[in-house]
């Protein structure tokens, strides 16, 4: 949730103007990966247990704890050359 909530905040940040169609998109997205973890943590419960399955889902947000600060990084850059682009 953390990298889909910076992401829309930079998305909408970049296109101002499109901001309704940005949201929609990350909710779209978001409710996809959703269901899609769900049906995926079932069967990894029936297949390793408890135990491994939330130590596989831990170590996938470790993982992906980067991108945040890429984000973070990235968007204001990101965000200039558009406006120079723009301007």
Do not use: E
């Not at 829309?8 to 970049?14: E, I, Y």
């Not at 470790?62 to 850059?77: A, E, F, H, K």
Request: glycine share 6%.
């Amino acid at each position: 949730m953390a990298i889909l909530n910076t992401t829309q905040t930079l998305l909408v940040d970049l296109l101002p103007a499109h901001g309704s169609s940005v949201t929609a998109c990350n909710n779209l997205v978001r409710c996809t990966f959703g269901a899609v973890c769900v049906s995926v943590i079932d069967l990894m419960l029936n297949g390793v247990g408890v135990g491994w399955t939330y130590t596989i889902l831990a170590l996938i947000s470790l993982c992906t704890s980067p991108m945040i600060w890429l984000i973070v990084r990235l968007g204001p850059r990101s965000r200039a050359k558009r406006r120079a682009r723009n301007s």
